[in-house]
């Protein structure tokens, strides 16, 4: 019998071409999953994160999709059935955080807010509408929402980014309750602020104040790895509903 807690799971990874999404997709590969990663328009990067599974020994395929476009979710739910016969697990990581420039919330362009919305929350909705099907036959189901540290802080100048992360959370306990009957679990990850390529973008991140963090330095995309395995898992089998906090300690809840 194997010990890995996602052997034979088959999962998909949005927004998995760099940063938190690559690192969730070779995580859960290497914990036995079969991972069909996505992106919007990053290819050459999401062949890169195939590329690293691919070189642990494990299975992966990728999938060009903006997952604020129904059509292109639902594609992908089909390609990854094809691919790998079932849909397990999903990895909610598509965002729109790279590149925003923090400005007072009177000055943020409707239709930069507009943007934020339709991949942070509603590419999140349509995607678990693409994968229920599948769930609801299988009757059993994983589905990890990212959210955010912000949304428990507040952020300067993010307005429209918190509030999608707001919105992520009440997406997320509203699905608890309409998927639970069919066996599908559904729950939000929460990191602090997280050294990546689009963290670095934002800021310095070698500037970072880590002094009122408890573990006083800054957060990695492997300390998460391990909490999205858990929620993916069978391990949190009679967990849904839930946000599950992991930034150090920084904020606490």
């Given at each position: 019998?194997?010990?890995?807690?996602?052997?034979?799971?088959?999962?998909?990874?949005?927004?998995?071409?760099?940063?938190?999404?690559?690192?969730?997709?070779?995580?859960?590969?290497?914990?036995?999953?079969?991972?069909?990663?996505?992106?919007?328009?990053?290819?050459?990067?999401?062949?890169?994160?195939?590329?690293?599974?691919?070189?642990?020994?494990?299975?992966?395929?990728?999938?060009?999709?903006?997952?604020?476009?129904?059509?292109?979710?639902?594609?992908?739910?089909?390609?990854?059935?094809?691919?790998?016969?079932?849909?397990?697990?999903?990895?909610?990581?598509?965002a729109v955080y790279d590149g925003?420039?923090?400005?007072?919330?009177?000055?943020?362009?409707?239709?930069?807010?507009?943007?934020?919305?339709?991949?942070?929350?509603?590419?999140?909705?349509?995607?678990?509408?693409?994968?229920?099907?599948?769930?609801?036959?299988?009757?059993?189901?994983?589905?990890?929402?990212?959210?955010?540290?912000?949304?428990?802080?507040?952020?300067?100048g993010f307005a429209h980014y918190?509030?999608?992360?707001?919105?992520?959370?009440?997406?997320?306990?509203?699905?608890?309750?309409?998927?639970?009957?069919?066996?599908?679990?559904?729950?939000?990850?929460?990191?602090?602020?997280t050294d990546t390529e689009a963290?670095?973008?934002?800021?310095?991140?070698?500037?970072?104040?880590?002094?009122?963090?408890?573990?006083?330095?800054?957060?990695?995309?492997?300390?998460?790895?391990?909490?999205?395995?858990?929620?993916?898992?069978?391990?949190?089998?009679?967990?849904?509903?839930?946000?599950?906090?992991?930034?150090?300690?920084?904020?606490?809840?």
């Amino acid at each position: 019998m194997n010990s890995r807690p996602l052997f034979d799971k088959v999962a998909i990874v949005t927004g998995g071409a760099k940063g938190l999404g690559r690192a969730f997709a070779v995580k859960m590969a290497a914990e036995g999953a079969r991972v069909m990663v996505v992106t919007r328009k990053d290819m050459d990067n999401l062949k890169e994160t195939v590329r690293q599974i691919e070189d642990l020994g494990g299975q992966a395929a990728f999938f060009q999709a903006d997952v604020s476009k129904e059509a292109d979710t639902l594609a992908m739910a089909a390609e990854a059935v094809k691919a790998f016969g079932r849909i397990d697990i999903l990895v909610n990581n598509a965002a729109v955080y790279d590149g925003i420039t923090r400005k007072p919330f009177y000055e943020i362009d409707p239709a930069e807010w507009d943007l934020v919305m339709d991949v942070n929350v509603k590419g999140a909705f349509l995607t678990a509408r693409a994968v229920f099907p599948c769930m609801k036959k299988q009757g059993y189901g994983k589905i990890v929402n990212l959210a955010s540290e912000v949304f428990f802080t507040g952020s300067y100048g993010f307005a429209h980014y918190v509030s999608s992360k707001g919105g992520i959370i009440g997406l997320t306990r509203a699905l608890a309750v309409e998927l639970g009957p069919d066996n599908i679990c559904i729950n939000c990850l929460a990191p602090g602020f997280t050294d990546t390529e689009a963290s670095r973008g934002l800021a310095d991140v070698n500037k970072y104040d880590t002094s009122k963090t408890p573990l006083h330095r800054l957060e990695k995309p492997d300390d998460l790895t391990g909490a999205a395995v858990f929620l993916a898992s069978a391990e949190s089998d009679f967990m849904t509903g839930q946000t599950l906090l992991v930034n150090g300690g920084r904020a606490m809840h």
